[in-house]
């Protein structure tokens, strides 16, 4: 699990160099927020209270998460909630795997501009899969889809792109039938790239003329942009269809929720260098270790803190939220195959990892007998941080 104790924190390299690095880098709020809450996480700084085992007196000491979105300790529990909540709401269908990613030429302008670019990234995604679907030369239907934000690559360079998952066809024009996808792909991965291109160009272009987007200061007008975006290569990447929902549950289990680096990929930390691990994906997905400075580490896991309240996952189609009462349902009556039941929704986190892990998280560690309780007396031990 990835919210376990490390050898090797991101708090602790936060922690020894945050002075260091805040004099010579300027952070936004929202980036600073995120700095002081991970190095603050289930430390003695958040409070905390002691569990004592009421059959030997064992005592330990349970420290307050901090709950921030990009703390790579805190999201687990919310993910699998999350996962199985999901898992429930998609149609009995296989699922396609989709990836949209952007030109290198919009990196600088996507970055000075988060939470604008990022919303049209996101719609021309969408709309571009919805417009495809609708063709008749593919699959002639109403499809739907769920689309993920990463900003990241491997080795936490700057790579916005969307994840999407896309059940295998959609309802006919009359919502009367299930028209299901061909076998091995959703629609032509040439075709949705196009589509997608002309949809984001296009709306770039009009929120820059709106002044809503800021131009880097190296770029005269959209125009320069527009004309390398032309000529480079766009990538879609699609994936086969997953076999089974279990398949399809593990998959989102390891996209949602997730910060550019988790604390399990941490290798080392001296002399100021940080070392992780990452997949190479040129080579065939092998496993690779990197070295970055200290402070090049911590410039590139902020410059992934999205903008406040920014909403990193969404819906379109049919399973966008203000459709689900109508036209996902309809779905459901539609497919012969039973649905997958939520097992963890409304279950509080000790009854989440119970289900997940297979243990009583209540146990006794110590003597595997008794059941840790809150102290009465409510004493906080004294623990160093981290």
């Known amino acids: 699990m990835e919210n376990k104790k490390q050898i090797i924190e991101i708090a602790d390299i936060f922690r020894d160099k945050r002075h260091d690095f805040l004099t010579e880098n300027t952070l936004c709020a929202v980036q600073q927020k ?23 007196g064992h005592k330990v000491q349970s420290y307050n998460s901090c709950r921030n979105r990009n703390c790579p300790k805190c999201q687990y ?55 495809c679907a609708k063709n008749t030369h593919y699959l002639g239907a109403d499809a739907g889809a769920v689309a993920l934000l990463h900003t990241w690559g ?35 991965v040439k075709v949705l790239c196009a589509v997608f291109r002309g949809i984001l160009c296009r709306l770039l272009e009009e929120s820059v003329c709106c ?12 125009q320069t942009i527009k004309v390398k975006c032309y000529a480079k290569k766009w990538v879609v990447y699609a994936e086969r269809p997953f076999a089974s929902p279990d398949n399809l549950i593990r998959y989102l289990g390891n996209y949602t929720h997730r910060v550019a680096i988790s604390n399990h990929r941490m290798v080392g930390y001296k002399d100021d260098k940080v070392t992780f691990s990452y997949r190479d994906n ?19 896991f902020m410059q992934h803190v999205l903008p406040c309240g920014f909403s990193k996952i969404r819906y379109f189609g049919f399973m966008a ?41 209540i146990i006794c560690a110590k003597c595997k007998k008794g059941k840790l309780m809150v102290s009465p007396a409510c004493n906080v031990l004294h623990m160093e941080p981290g």
């Not at 700095?35 to 085992?53: K, P, W």
């Not at 790579?159 to 919502?175: E, F, K, N, Q, R």
């Not at 809503?212 to 959209?222: G, H, M, S, Y």
Request: aromatic fraction near 8%; charge should be positive.
């Open 154 to 188: 491997q080795t936490m360079t700057y790579h916005p792109h969307i994840h999407t998952i896309v059940p295998a066809g959609g309802l006919s024009d009359d919502g009367m039938e299930w028209v299901p996808s061909a076998k091995k792909f959703f629609v032509p």
């Open 282 to 300: 040129k080579a065939g997905g092998a496993r690779k270790t990197m070295t970055l400075e200290t402070m090049e580490f911590i410039r590139r």
């Open 211 to 222: 002044n809503e987007i800021k131009l880097p200061d190296d770029t005269p007008d959209f």
């Open 321 to 361: 939220i203000c459709k689900r009462k109508t036209k996902l349902n309809l779905c459901y009556s539609l497919l012969p195959t039973p649905t997958y039941f939520s097992r963890l929704t409304g279950l509080l986190a000790m009854e989440v990892l119970q289900i997940i892990s297979g243990k009583d998280p």
């Open 77 to 131: 529990i919310k993910r699998m909630q999350w996962v199985d909540r999901l898992a429930a709401d998609l149609p009995p269908v296989k699922h396609f795997h989709i990836v949209f990613t952007i030109p290198a030429c919009l990196h600088k302008l996507f970055y000075i501009n988060q939470r604008i670019a990022y919303s049209l990234l996101f719609k021309a995604a969408g709309n571009a899969l919805i417009q």
């Open 34 to 56: 995120a700095m002081e809450d991970i190095i603050a996480c289930r430390t003695s700084e958040l409070g905390g209270h002691t569990l004592s085992c009421n059959h030997c």
